[in-house]
């Protein structure tokens, strides 16, 4: 079964500032790959999405994020943060074989410093 | 293009309340749908999916059921709330085959008091 890591719970970055947010995975194939974000009390909009083909995927609002198979890893980056950007954010996993789910990981919450 | 509505937007309940939520999705057919909980501060939880009309899947044994009575509506009860149940829960849907991304409702805030 696929599972899916956020090792960070809360980051804080400066406004302008680079952000990297790391997102790790497990699952015996290549999986498909989200990321999402959440602004407080509202639903989740998709972000990016990797499926195959070039590593280097990107999204909305300036994000990208980079699938990198030797280290089961998928992380969000953006280079410079706006203080908009603050919200949950969300990596998800799903199996090329499953029945239609995905699996979230735990999240991490984005706070943006003036 | 495809819409998909959830309410109500927040719920106060009294323990041992029953419970319905609803769920309904525009613009597409056979859409997967989804029933996921945020408790506070946490991640989400897969509660139940359904691939057709009448075929539920749950995930984790608990107070709840689903059903979907319609194609495109997906509705999430219960005969008696917890505490427990407190928590926002969220709506999904996804194409069939559903790994191309699920599209989320805005939620409800449900509190059990």
């Known amino acids: 079964a696929q599972s899916v890591t956020q090792p960070d719970i809360h980051i804080t970055v400066s406004e302008g500032a680079s952000l990297e947010l790391r997102c790790n995975y497990s699952y015996g194939a290549t999986p498909y790959l989200f990321w999402y974000v959440q602004s407080p009390g509202q639903g989740l909009q998709l972000l990016l999405k990797?499926?195959?083909?070039?590593?280097l995927v990107q999204g909305i609002k300036g994000f990208e994020a980079e699938f990198k198979r030797s280290q089961s890893s998928f992380n969000l980056r953006k280079p410079s943060v706006h203080w908009s950007d603050a919200a949950e954010y969300f990596c998800a996993v799903g199996a090329r074989n499953s029945a239609s789910k995905i699996i979230f990981g735990s999240g991490t919450r984005l706070s943006i410093r003036p | 293009s495809q819409t998909i509505h959830q309410w109500p937007a927040t719920l106060v309940q009294p323990v041992g309340s029953p419970l319905s939520l609803e769920c309904t999705v525009e613009g597409t057919s056979n859409p997967n749908l989804y029933w996921y909980r945020q408790a506070a501060g946490r991640g989400l939880q897969l509660l139940f999916y359904s691939v057709g009309i009448g075929q539920i899947s749950s995930e984790v044994p608990q107070n709840l059921s689903a059903s979907r009575p319609q194609d495109r509506q997906f509705i999430l009860s219960s005969k008696k709330l917890l505490l427990s149940d407190s928590g926002f829960y969220l709506c999904?849907?996804?194409?069939?085959?559903?790994?191309?991304?699920?599209?989320f409702g805005s939620g409800t805030r449900l509190t059990v008091v």
């Open positions: 999904a849907w996804s194409p069939p085959g559903g790994v191309y991304g699920y599209t």
């Open positions: 990797y499926f195959s083909g070039d590593t």
